[in-house]
């Protein structure tokens, strides 16, 4: 069985970010990058199918410059893949979703994958598109969400939140999963494996090597401005819930005028 | 081994080291940063959420599921070679796995306790039987490991140990009495590494099985700090020990508690540098967020010298730490690794630095004394309460005074050792020193100083640290002769000159290094700490230097002697509150230590 696991490196969520204005690009000469937390359970569960026995083998693919190789290397090959493939492409600078799930697919096609796994989403930029259009570009089954997965022979049988409660999907091979929080607990890498994970293949593919194309990104970011700063905030005091709601009303409808 | 090609102990002494060659913690390849952030994660997955049960509550058992964590990622074998199951790391890596260690607490002294002192011994002195019983164990943490050096009545004084192990007629076995206390780790150990006299008088290294009839684990002590570590007394009572059980030599158990401590001692030097660089990020933050007048406390002159002094201290530390690990795997990497004696070898060349080792000791964990007492005070009555960890931070930063060698035992040692390498002729210290003394008592030189380079000035200041310790030491030693040992005064304030030397050089050979590879500009924090540092350091060193001459000599000799000293120490003041501001400006932005 082949596994691909579809991984971003996003800023450390601890990063600070300066920007007083407006502007065009985000300074993130000083940025840490980590992998996308949401990926790591797609890593953990891959890992974890591979461990629990048989022929499977494990492939992370992640679109980026060559600084992805650290994340590469401590967060997946360490951790239990078997390999990585980078695909390396400066039209994939500040791509969308679309571009970069035509660049994945193209790889996932190219070397043929059972199972695709990947993050519910970024927490960069957290539009959570890639795995869905992924699924639809591949033709292949698609659970998002999923907090639980078993495989069977050709099928799986996997849980995904829903609101109020959860759902439980049954597919078939192959399949595109998006992977959510609770799914799994990520290992960390133990020092020896981050030293032989030095040794397992990394495979770099330019969009040329794959003969594409990438679509033109239906959406481009113009600026990035900081979140405008936070309003003073009213403490009603509650010795008196019913006054207090009264006070809270009015206030809502006189000042805030929202109700 | 005064014609050997690798460096040796107390050498910068004597000569120049070329920048290049020393080596910095910007010199950390892939592996060892990949390493270093694995470290923290470790922390902050398995023993942040455990604070409270371990700082406050002091559940001292917590210990031993951390360690099996920790065995697990691989952050316990990274002393033990590779043909038992470890990593063979070097020892820049050690030092960074203990720097990065030290943010979870105590856990770190449990850390320190089962990967330092309760593996390495069998490491450098075991049999190849020993090692494969025990290591392989001891590396993922199925065995849990500590050491007793210590007695009720024996502390500095190890060597006075009561402890007896007499073979029994068989000639089997050992049996052993005796107490040993305040051994890390010893609650929920396998193994300990234990030192007896064999028939009271031959002191000797042993591995003791714990499961063993006759041995007693003591209760709890209640510390003042690291609470969350495990501290007992271990009392054997006819404990039987087999005779294959004996590590190294009959009689040679000295060479293993020596040669342990030394590594223990570089160990503790960087577990100190970590904490120092974790005070600093308790404090920073808070200094940013916290107003009093209108305004946030980082702003305040006040604030941002202790913001400074603490950063530039650090720097200090990291620089002779590093310089410190590249020396001894130089020193290491001239042994061929596939000699059967390797490992012995290998702590034979760590030996040869004790002097090194003694100093990181007490610096870094000086340093350490300063930045926990200084970071609290940043915080004003928050600092004092346990709501915020600066309260926890100093009272865990004792320890590291104590124990590893007393700071006082490890002053002691650092001139010591200096003369022993002199009178076993490794080290032409003597005839340096006769030259030094010429020179103080020759006449002045009357160059012009012209427009000065780039850290020129403060170079000068460096090398005449370095001639200041040939100057005292060699006079000291003239003086007092064989005496000398009983001036602990004298020999004390050489031996803070000497470190001040040791520091002030590593840190300008590390800007150096970093001026060369990225430029002035790209340097200037690293220079800017480093000349405020060395400025102050100059003030300390004529006082301390002041203090051993007019202990040494007296009359027409004294005032020669104070004079020629005048004129190494002399320095114009620089305006300290621009360089504070400078380095405060980088931390505060960095919200911690930072030298880039
Ligand atoms: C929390 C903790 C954990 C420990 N863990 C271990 C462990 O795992 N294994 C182990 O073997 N030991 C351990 N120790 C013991 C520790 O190493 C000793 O406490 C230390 O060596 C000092 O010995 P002492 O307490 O007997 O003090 P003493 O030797 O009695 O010293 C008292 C004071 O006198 C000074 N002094 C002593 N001799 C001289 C001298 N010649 N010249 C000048 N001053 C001198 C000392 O510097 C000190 O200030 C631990 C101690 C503590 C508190």
Redesign the interface.
């Known amino acids: 069985m082949k596994i691909a696991v579809c991984v971003k490196q996003v800023p450390d969520s601890e990063t600070r970010i300066t920007l007083a204005a407006p502007a065009a690009q985000l300074d993130d000469s000083g940025f840490t990058r980590v992998l996308n937390p949401y990926d790591a359970y797609a890593v953990e569960e891959a890992v974890k199918i591979k461990e629990a026995g048989g022929e499977v083998e494990v492939t992370a693919i992640i679109a980026g410059p060559e600084t992805v190789k650290e994340t590469l290397k401590k967060d997946c090959l360490a951790v239990g893949c078997d390999k990585a493939i980078i695909i390396s492409d400066p039209e994939l600078v500040g791509a969308d979703e679309m571009a970069l799930a035509t660049a994945m697919a193209a790889v996932i096609k190219r070397d043929g994958y059972d199972l695709v796994l990947t993050g519910i989403k970024a927490i960069d930029d957290d539009s959570g598109q890639l795995g869905i259009i992924l699924g639809e570009m591949l033709d292949m089954a698609h659970v998002s969400t999923i907090t639980k997965l078993d495989l069977g022979e050709g099928s799986l049988t996997a849980e995904r939140e829903i609101e109020g409660g959860k759902e439980i999907v049954e597919a078939s091979l192959p399949a595109v999963l998006t992977c959510q929080k609770g799914l799994n607990e990520p290992r960390l890498p133990s020092l020896p494996n981050i030293m032989k994970a030095g040794m397992k293949p990394m495979e770099t593919v330019t969009c040329a090597d794959l003969g594409l194309e990438l679509p033109t990104s239906l959406s481009t970011v113009k600026t990035f401005s900081p979140p405008p700063a936070r309003g003073e905030c009213k403490l009603i005091d509650a010795e008196d819930p019913a006054a207090a709601a009264r006070e809270l009303a009015r206030l809502l409808n006189e000042e805030a005028k929202v109700i | 081994m005064s014609d050997a090609k690798y460096p040796t102990g107390g050498e910068f002494l004597l000569q120049e080291t070329d920048p290049a060659d020393c080596f910095t913690p910007e010199d950390f390849d ?2 060892q940063r ?2 270093a ?2 470290v923290d ?2 922390t902050a ?1 398995h023993v942040l959420p455990v604070v409270e049960e371990l700082e406050y509550e002091g559940d001292t058992t917590l210990g031993k599921g951390l360690l099996k964590e920790a065995g ?4 316990l ?2 002393d033990i070679p590779e043909a038992y199951g470890g ?1 063979g790391s070097n020892k820049a890596t050690i030092m960074l796995i203990s720097e990065k260690i030290a943010h979870a607490g105590s856990f770190a002294v449990t850390h320190g306790a089962q990967s330092g002192i309760g593996t390495l011994p069998i490491v450098y002195f075991g049999t190849d039987e020993q090692k494969q019983k025990y290591l392989p164990g001891i590396a993922t943490g199925e065995i849990m490991t500590c050491y007793a050096l210590t007695e009720p009545g024996s502390g500095s004084d190890a060597l006075a140990a009561a402890t007896t192990a007499m073979l029994t007629d068989d000639g089997k076995h050992y049996v052993m009495n005796g107490t040993k206390q305040y051994i890390t780790n010893a609650s929920y150990s396998e193994i300990v590494i234990l030192f007896a006299k064999i028939d009271g008088d031959k002191f000797t290294g042993f591995i003791v099985d714990l499961s063993s009839d006759g041995v007693t684990i003591g209760a709890e002590e209640k510390k003042m700090g690291i609470k969350g570590s495990s501290t007992c007394a271990i009392i054997l009572e006819d404990v039987k020990v087999p005779v294959e059980n004996v590590l190294g030599e009959i009689g040679k158990g000295h060479h293993i508690a020596f040669n342990i401590l030394n590594v223990g001692r570089f160990k503790l030097g960087a577990s100190t540098t970590g904490g120092s660089k974790m005070a600093l990020s308790a404090a920073v933050p808070y200094t940013k967020d916290r107003k009093q007048f209108e305004q946030p406390l980082c702003s305040f002159g006040l604030i941002r010298r202790k913001i400074a002094d603490v950063a530039a201290a650090i720097f200090m530390s990291e620089s002779m730490l590093y310089r410190t690990a590249g020396l001894l795997d130089v020193a290491i990497d001239t042994l061929d690794k596939k000699d059967a004696g390797y490992d012995r070898k290998s702590i034979q060349q760590v030996e040869e630095f004790s002097i090194e080792c003694s100093m990181i000791k007490v610096f870094a964990s000086e340093v350490l004394a300063l930045s926990a007492d200084e970071c609290l005070q940043m915080l004003g009555g928050y600092g004092y309460c346990q709501e915020y960890p600066l309260e926890r931070i100093y009272r865990d930063e004792r320890i590291n005074r104590i124990f590893e060698g007393t700071n006082e035992i490890n002053r002691m040692l650092v001139p010591g050792m200096i003369l022993k390498k002199a009178m076993k002729g490794e080290l032409p210290f003597l005839q340096a020193a006769q030259a030094v003394a010429d020179e103080l008592t020759g006449l002045p030189s009357f160059e012009e100083p012209g427009e000065p380079e780039f850290l020129e000035n403060e170079a000068k200041l460096v090398a005449n640290m370095k001639k200041i310790v040939l100057a005292t030491l060699g006079m000291a030693a003239q003086k007092f002769g064989m005496e000398l040992k009983d001036q602990q005064e004298v020999l004390a304030d050489i031996a803070d000159i000497t470190m001040a030397a040791y520091a002030c050089e590593s840190a300008l050979l590390r800007t150096k290094k970093k001026v060369a590879k990225d430029g002035e500009e790209a340097a200037a924090l690293m220079a800017n700490m480093f000349t405020l540092y060395v400025h102050d350091a100059m003030e300390d060193v004529s006082t301390w230097a002041r203090n051993v001459m007019a202990g040494t000599v007296e009359g027409d000799e004294l005032r020669t002697m104070l004079a020629g000293l005048r004129r190494l120490t002399k320095h114009d003041p620089v305006n300290r509150t621009k360089l504070h501001d400078a380095i405060a400006d980088k931390v505060i932005e960095a ?1 911690g230590y930072t030298a880039e």
Do not use: I, Q, S, V
């Open positions: 892939e592996n990949m390493f952030t694995t994660d470790f997955k697990t990622m691989g952050l074998m990274a990593m919200e």
